[in-house]
């Protein structure tokens, strides 16, 4: 270990605890954007501007000087030498908790070597760790070359507005990571297609039609209020039956995990559809609409809809059905796809609308394009070299389906602290699921990489 790995890890140790108690505090704060819940300053609901104060407190408290982008943005700064910018930019606002918790999402529990809390992995413990890594810099009295920048976001789950404020008033970073997804280093992410499928207003058997919390989340349960006497219906699995008014209530239950990675995810919405349409539970309209349905949830790869491609750098496409509700007699049905370079929003949106028919209408379409920076660039290298070092691995960087804060920037990567090879307890469960959970020793070593990865970027020449 050399002179400055080692002033990392004792540095690390001293301010550990500090770290963990800051996370649980932040965790606290039910931060879920709301735009309709705007008000002067906190454009996206008053407990998400509770957590961004709280964000900054924990910045101010380590010494940065701070400000905000009228409450689209928290900004925390150690000034450099010269005008020119690194940043990390992570952010506050979570998805909601949703059902299937057995701890209380915003009172973070430790738990044999986990963390447990919405938000401990995406994004409230990396965002601590971020303001951790500058605050070295401070502790050890160090003026850097470039300004160092934390940016904290507040609607990165919805529609990354803040972001898009943040750049009309402010220039962009010479380099910037997000901790926002996998080490090593992801250089490139899929584009992204999200859209809603509608049906008439059918007036017939389906009464009520609800299952998951976030459209970028596959739902572990959904439900359908038929109108039908429960003593004709047959058992099947991960399927149950509850009597309910003068009707029978139809569950499913699936396994939840995020759109961007959604293999392995059994999607709750799909198996009440297929319910519904195995038992003959709908009218014409209905069964039209459920038959489009069934094509959206046949595969998470696009084969139902016509959809699936794959290509070199990204893969194949993904799609999946986050949310199911009904709105004004309708039933309308939330999708969000990431797709690679082989394909564009255009073609997706026409060839869903050619397998889907009359049987349902294609709505509020909105597309992003896959964007990609070579990996033999300084700043990457840096990153992946870092991490490299700190574990011992030959890790290169790699691409992927969730999109971060990176897209919106010219020079930019998606930089951990997850792992796609950690394996869940039994207790714990994926970011926006169930359980939220966080390994300590990974977070711990995350931070490590972090301070090491800026001071090797304070080193190159932008």
């Not at 760790?129 to 401070?138: I, M, Q, W």
């Not at 797709?339 to 209408?361: H, L, M, S, W």
């Amino acid at each position: 270990m050399n002179q400055v790995e080692q002033s990392v890890a004792e540095y690390v140790d001293e301010v550990w605890e500090d770290v963990v108690a800051d996370i649980e505090q932040l965790v606290s704060y039910p931060s879920v954007a709301v735009a309709a819940d705007a008000e002067s300053g906190a454009p996206f609901g008053r407990p998400v501007r509770d957590a961004l104060d709280c964000a900054l407190g924990i910045a101010q408290k380590l010494g940065y000087q701070t400000s905000d982008d009228e409450g689209f943005v928290g900004i925390a700064d150690i000034p450099g030498r010269g005008d020119k910018q690194l940043a990390t930019i992570c952010h506050v606002d979570v998805v909601p908790a949703g059902p299937g918790w057995n701890t209380d999402p915003f009172a973070m529990e430790r738990r044999e070597g986990w963390l447990l809390g919405r938000g401990v992995i995406d994004d409230k413990g990396p965002a601590v760790l971020s303001l951790y890594a500058g605050a070295y810099l401070l502790r050890h009295g160090i003026v850097p070359r470039y300004t160092f920048r934390a940016l904290l976001g507040c609607d990165e789950e919805v529609g990354m507005s803040d972001v898009h404020h943040y750049l009309e008033n402010h220039a962009d970073p010479d380099f910037l990571f997000t901790p926002d997804a996998e080490f090593p280093v992801c250089n490139g992410e899929k584009g992204h297609f999200d859209g809603k499928l509608v049906s008439p207003v059918c007036n017939g058997v389906i009464k009520d039609f609800e299952g998951g919390v976030a459209t970028n989340a596959v739902p572990d349960r959904a439900s359908a209020l038929v109108t039908t006497d429960i003593t004709k219906l047959r058992n099947a699995p991960n399927i149950t039956l509850e009597p309910e008014g003068e009707g029978v209530r139809i569950r499913g239950w699936g396994k939840s995990g995020h759109a961007a990675m959604p293999e392995g995810t059994v999607n709750a919405i799909g198996l009440v559809v297929n319910y519904l349409l195995d038992n003959g539970l709908c009218n014409d309209a209905e069964r039209a609409y459920l038959e489009a349905l069934k094509k959206l949830h046949a595969s998470t790869a696009g084969t139902g809809l016509g959809i699936d491609c794959a290509d070199g750098p990204f893969g194949p496409l993904t799609i999946i059905g986050g949310r199911i509700f009904m709105r004004e007699g309708r039933i309308v049905q939330t999708m969000d796809s990431r797709y690679p370079t082989c394909t564009d929003g255009d073609a997706i949106a026409a060839k869903i609308r050619a397998a889907i028919g009359t049987g349902a209408e294609l709505t509020d379409v909105g597309s992003a394009k896959p964007f990609y920076i070579e990996a033999d660039t300084p700043a990457i290298k840096a990153c992946i070299d870092t991490y490299n070092e700190v574990t011992g691995e030959n890790a290169t960087p790699f691409t992927m389906g969730g999109g971060t804060y990176a897209r919106h920037f010219p020079y930019a990567v998606s930089f951990g602290p997850e792992h796609s090879d950690m394996v869940l307890p039994e207790f714990g469960g994926p970011m926006h699921g169930a359980n939220e959970a966080a390994p300590i020793d990974k977070l711990l070593e995350a931070l490590k990489i972090y301070i090491i990865a800026l001071l090797r970027l304070e080193e190159i020449d932008f």
